[in-house]
Nanobody
């Protein structure tokens, strides 16, 4: 069974940094794009950053210049370095991965359980 497990969230002050990690476990055939999404209080889930299997990245305007997404294909892991955190970054952060479980399987989205990031002013 494929699982995505996030870690690294916490309570920090404005201006601080955090590094989120997400590891994919279980038997997979191929791992494609990965990304981070977040859902703040009373808000819809939104894209934060994505990274392709070859390292191409995309960021939400609100985090450009502050967040950096990276991945380690050997470890089936994705990371996000978050600097200069703001109170509006407070949210549950979710990892998503596009995974092909076997050679003839379709590519599907898998989500982690989420990790809370709280930024106090």
């Amino acid at each position: 069974q494929v699982q995505l497990v996030e870690s690294g969230g916490g309570l920090v002050q404005a201006g601080d940094s955090l590094r989120l990690s997400c590891s994919v476990s279980g038997s997979i055939f191929n791992l494609y794009g990965m990304g981070w999404y977040r859902q703040g209080p009373g808000k819809q889930r939104e894209l934060v950053a994505t990274i392709t299997s070859s390292g191409g990245t995309n960021y939400a305007e609100s985090v450009k210049g502050r967040f950096t997404i990276s991945r380690d294909n050997a470890k089936n892991a994705v990371y996000m370095q978050m600097n200069s955190l703001k109170p509006e970054d407070t949210a549950v952060y979710y990892c998503k991965a596009n995974i092909q479980k076997s050679k003839f399987a379709t590519i599907s989205d898998y989500w982690g359980q989420g990790t809370q990031v709280t930024v106090s002013s």
